[in-house]
């Protein structure tokens, strides 16, 4: 790593992260060290920034873009060396602390200010100190003073977010309280009670407090609950009480969070700050770090399954790296569309989480056992309360259907991260590239209501209500919202059946008292044929591939071909198959492909969504029952299945016809 050349990545140039066997700890160390190793040239001469490719902006200055750039690879960097392992680029990173909390050095990070994006990197570097002796012993007397003084005691009087980020505050302290620094107990006590104001029960924190519904990665993987864990760890001699409660929360949180990762190891993508990537499986090596027992069903087997597995999906993503082979802003390949306004370049690093794991010791069960899976000892379909969400293992992917949650604050594409009806771990979610047209909306999952003709679209962000209700001993989940002041709109989700695994039905009551246009959408997928690379062709029987009807142009949407009835449907089928039906009496709802605007989705760079659409006139109260049908490729999965049950329609289930009748 101390070498300064550049990694280059031509044209079908492979990056060494896909080229290492995950097979056991040495292994997941190597892995580790192929995603550092590309950060060497892109190091500050004094060595306290990282300034990774990419010259785009953030809500903060380019100072704290650098600081995340050399501070959150220490996720990975103080697990791998905590954890008895040796990377020969580590003096870089000591002595970038040096520099960096110099206020005598040209690169000295800056003392933070209120609610500053420094307190975040705080986090990794206190873990650090806390963890990896190496850090810490390596400075001055004056050195580790520029420490204390930079690190915790420049923030313990300054405000923060209301949210995860008092969780950052508590390890910069941490970090200094384990190495007899200067620090305060008395802030780190009071962030740690407010912290636990925002615990909602079954093992679920919410990610800030009452009246707001946040509950994606932060409440897991990227924050709480994996910090929940390190305190556990770090403090549990001191802090006994507290600690098992976090280790008890854990125990029940894993028997819900088991369910966002597939046999493929892909996880669901939920939420924002999914440009994390691997960070989502961080959770699991964090519970074999903190020595939790595990809750029955779960071995440690299928624990060290889902983090294999999970790592080596992100394998065969090839283009989530730059050309100079570090980590982009996207998902499986880079995509501003997506991202977050604090989404830096040096953002993603925050994915080294995921190396967790190698923070245990070579002993435990975690690397001596066998790898498992779990899906055929949890429950196939499995309602979490917290959360507001109904997760499935059926039809070949895990999906989750969820109601209620929103983010607190104005973010990009708050709609498509929250407000979707449905998120799968093989399809991903789609963000609006723009806002003119179905095209740009790009609504996969979604319901859109437009009062213009189609130029605007508004989808659920806000519930005025949502929750999870019993039909019959089915789980549903029911909600109400207003895209306009004047249009009502109640949702029920019924998750996939076990006879009909690959539908999910998604009910609509509409009135409305103005003329609205609809579009409901099914999963975006994969819109690419594989004779040439140019988009679906009509469905081919032959090839097992294209769709029906026709996916029309952006600008030829009279285009009778690319038409056809509710009843009948729409589907696209490539990387699986996906598509739509109305199953509802009336025969208004017209089926069709929209050609969505590349880069909207978060996995296919470009994609296709088929989509219902209708007209509800000024006054009227209509229903829609359509049926959602999912079916992704895999091992074992042929192509000629993957049309298996598109005729296999589900049921309506006679409670909600005698809903629709009342």
Same mark, same amino acid.
């Given at each position: 790593?101390?070498?300064?050349?550049?990694?280059?990545?031509?044209?079908?140039?492979?990056?060494?992260?896909?080229?290492?066997?995950?097979?056991?700890?040495?292994?997941?160390?190597?892995?580790?060290?192929?995603?550092?190793?590309?950060?060497?040239?892109?190091?500050?001469?004094?060595?306290?920034?990282?300034?990774?490719?990419?010259?785009?902006?953030?809500?903060?200055?380019?100072?704290?873009?650098?600081?995340?750039?050399?501070?959150?690879?220490?996720?990975?960097?103080?697990?791998?060396?905590?954890?008895?392992?040796?990377?020969?680029?580590?003096?870089?990173?000591?002595?970038?602390?040096?520099?960096?909390?110099?206020?005598?050095? #040209?690169?000295?990070?800056?003392?933070?200010?209120?609610?500053?994006?420094?307190?975040?990197?705080?986090?990794?570097?206190?873990?650090?100190?806390?963890?990896?002796?190496?850090?810490?012993?390596?400075?001055?007397?004056?050195?580790?003073?520029?420490?204390?003084?930079?690190?915790?005691?420049?923030?313990?009087?300054?405000?923060?977010?209301?949210?995860?980020?008092?969780?950052?505050?508590?390890?910069?302290?941490?970090?200094?309280?384990?190495?007899?620094?200067?620090?305060?107990?008395?802030?780190?006590?009071?962030?740690?009670?407010?912290?636990?104001?925002?615990?909602?029960?079954?093992?679920?924190?919410?990610?800030?407090?009452?009246?707001?519904?946040?509950?994606?990665?932060?409440?897991?993987?990227?924050?709480?609950?994996?910090?929940?864990?390190?305190?556990?760890?770090?403090?549990?001699?001191?802090?006994?009480?507290?600690?098992?409660?976090?280790?008890?929360?854990?125990?029940?949180?894993?028997?819900?969070?088991?369910?966002?990762?597939?046999?493929?190891?892909?996880?669901?993508?939920?939420?924002?700050?999914?440009?994390?990537?691997? *960070?989502?499986?961080?959770?699991?090596?964090?519970?074999?770090?903190?020595?939790?027992?595990?809750?029955?069903?779960?071995?440690?087997?299928?624990?060290?399954?889902?983090?294999?597995?999970?790592?080596?999906?992100?394998?065969?993503?090839?283009?989530?790296?730059?050309?100079?082979?570090?980590?982009?802003?996207?998902?499986?390949?880079?995509?501003?569309?997506?991202?977050?306004?604090?989404?830096?370049?040096?953002?993603?690093?925050?994915?080294?989480?995921?190396?967790?794991?190698?923070?245990? #010791?070579?002993?435990?069960?975690?690397?001596?056992?066998?790898?498992?899976?779990?899906?055929?000892?949890?429950?196939?379909?499995?309602?979490?309360?917290?959360?507001?969400?109904?997760?499935?293992?059926?039809?070949?992917?895990?999906?989750?259907?969820?109601?209620?949650?929103?983010?607190?604050?104005?973010?990009?594409?708050?709609?498509?991260?929250?407000?979707?009806?449905?998120?799968?771990?093989?399809?991903?979610?789609?963000?609006?590239?723009?806002?003119?047209?179905?095209?740009?909306?790009?609504?996969?999952?979604?319901?859109?209501?437009?009062?213009?003709?189609?130029?605007?679209?508004?989808?659920?962000?806000?519930?005025?209500?949502?929750?999870?209700?019993?039909?019959?001993?089915?789980?549903?989940?029911?909600?109400?919202?207003?895209?306009?002041?004047?249009?009502?709109?109640?949702?029920?989700?019924?998750?996939?059946?076990?006879?009909?695994?690959?539908?999910?039905?998604?009910?609509?009551?509409?009135?409305?008292?103005?003329?609205?246009?609809?579009?409901?959408?099914?999963?975006?997928?994969?819109?690419?044929?594989?004779?040439?690379?140019?988009?679906?062709? #009509?469905?081919?029987?032959?090839?097992?591939?294209?769709?029906?009807?026709?996916?029309?142009?952006?600008?030829?949407?009279?285009?009778?071909?690319?038409?056809?009835?509710?009843?009948?449907?729409?589907?696209?089928?490539?990387?699986?198959?996906?598509?739509?039906?109305?199953?509802?009496?009336?025969?208004?709802?017209?089926?069709?492909?929209?050609?969505?605007?590349?880069?909207?989705?978060?996995?296919?760079?470009?994609?296709?969504?088929?989509?219902?659409?209708?007209?509800?006139?000024?006054?009227?109260?209509?229903?829609?029952?359509?049926?959602?049908?999912?079916? #992704?490729?895999?091992?074992?999965?042929?192509?000629?299945?993957?049309?298996?049950?598109?005729?296999?329609?589900?049921?309506?289930?006679?409670?909600?016809?005698?809903?629709?009748? *009342?």
């Amino acid at each position: 790593m101390t070498s300064t050349k550049t990694l280059c990545l031509g044209y079908d140039g492979v990056h060494p992260f896909s080229k290492v066997e995950i097979k056991d700890r040495s292994s997941v160390q190597e892995l580790l060290r192929t995603v550092l190793d590309p950060l060497g040239p892109f190091f500050s001469p004094e060595k306290a920034r990282v300034k990774c490719p990419g010259a785009t902006a953030v809500r903060f200055d380019q100072t704290a873009s650098e600081v995340e750039g050399i501070c959150r690879p220490l996720w990975g960097l103080a697990a791998l060396l905590a954890g008895g392992g040796d990377y020969d680029g580590k003096e870089w990173w000591i002595q970038g602390i040096k520099s960096g909390t110099d206020p005598e050095s #040209p690169e000295y990070w800056g003392y933070p200010q209120d609610n500053d994006q420094r307190m975040v990197e705080m986090c990794p570097l206190g873990w650090a100190l806390a963890v990896a002796p190496d850090f810490w012993s390596s400075l001055s007397n004056k050195e580790k003073g520029n420490v204390e003084a930079w690190l915790g005691n420049s923030i313990n009087e300054k405000n923060m977010p209301n949210t995860n980020w008092l969780w950052f505050r508590v390890f910069a302290n941490l970090g200094l309280k384990k190495n007899g620094g200067k620090f305060s107990q008395e802030r780190l006590d009071s962030d740690i009670e407010h912290l636990e104001t925002f615990y909602r029960g079954g093992g679920w924190s919410n990610d800030g407090p009452e009246g707001i519904h946040q509950m994606d990665y932060y409440s897991s993987s990227f924050a709480i609950q994996l910090l929940q864990l390190l305190y556990a760890k770090l403090a549990g001699d001191e802090d006994p009480k507290r600690a098992e409660e976090f280790k008890r929360r854990a125990q029940q949180v894993a028997l819900d969070l088991i369910h966002y990762f597939d046999d493929e190891g892909r996880a669901i993508p939920y939420g924002r700050s999914v440009g994390y990537r691997f *960070a989502m499986v961080s959770f699991w090596g964090a519970l074999a770090h903190a020595d939790v027992d595990l809750p029955v069903p779960l071995t440690w087997g299928m624990v060290k399954g889902v983090v294999f597995r999970h790592l080596r999906w992100w394998q065969t993503q090839n283009d989530i790296w730059t050309s100079s082979g570090t980590l982009s802003i996207g998902y499986s390949y880079p995509n501003m569309y997506m991202a977050e306004n604090y989404n830096s370049p040096g953002s993603p690093y925050w994915a080294c989480l995921a190396f967790m794991c190698l923070a245990t #010791p070579e002993d435990h069960p975690f690397w001596t056992s066998e790898e498992e899976s779990a899906s055929g000892v949890i429950p196939r379909v499995k309602a979490l309360n917290q959360p507001g969400h109904i997760m499935s293992y059926l039809g070949g992917h895990c999906m989750l259907l969820s109601s209620g949650q929103a983010c607190s604050y104005p973010m990009k594409g708050t709609h498509a991260k929250y407000g979707g009806f449905a998120y799968s771990s093989a399809y991903g979610y789609s963000v609006p590239p723009g806002l003119f047209s179905l095209e740009q909306y790009a609504l996969a999952s979604q319901l859109g209501l437009s009062d213009d003709g189609g130029e605007y679209w508004k989808t659920r962000r806000l519930c005025e209500y949502a929750g999870i209700e019993d039909r019959e001993g089915t789980p549903v989940l029911v909600s109400v919202w207003k895209p306009f002041p004047d249009v009502t709109i109640r949702t029920i989700l019924v998750p996939p059946m076990e006879k009909t695994p690959n539908w999910h039905l998604r009910v609509h009551h509409i009135k409305s008292a103005r003329e609205v246009m609809t579009a409901d959408g099914s999963f975006a997928i994969c819109n690419v044929n594989t004779t040439n690379g140019r988009y679906l062709g #009509p469905y081919d029987k032959e090839k097992h591939e294209g769709t029906s009807p026709k996916i029309i142009g952006n600008y030829d949407l009279n285009t009778p071909d690319g038409w056809t009835s509710g009843r009948l449907g729409a589907f696209a089928v490539s990387k699986g198959a996906v598509g739509i039906k109305a199953l509802e009496p009336t025969q208004g709802r017209q089926a069709m492909l929209v050609n969505a605007d590349p880069n909207s989705n978060l996995i296919e760079s470009r994609s296709t969504i088929p989509t219902l659409q209708h007209t509800i006139k000024a006054g009227e109260s209509v229903w829609y029952v359509s049926a959602i049908y999912a079916k #992704p490729s895999g091992v074992g999965v042929s192509q000629e299945s993957y049309l298996d049950g598109w005729d296999k329609i589900p049921d309506v289930p006679s409670w909600l016809e005698k809903e629709m009748g *009342a």
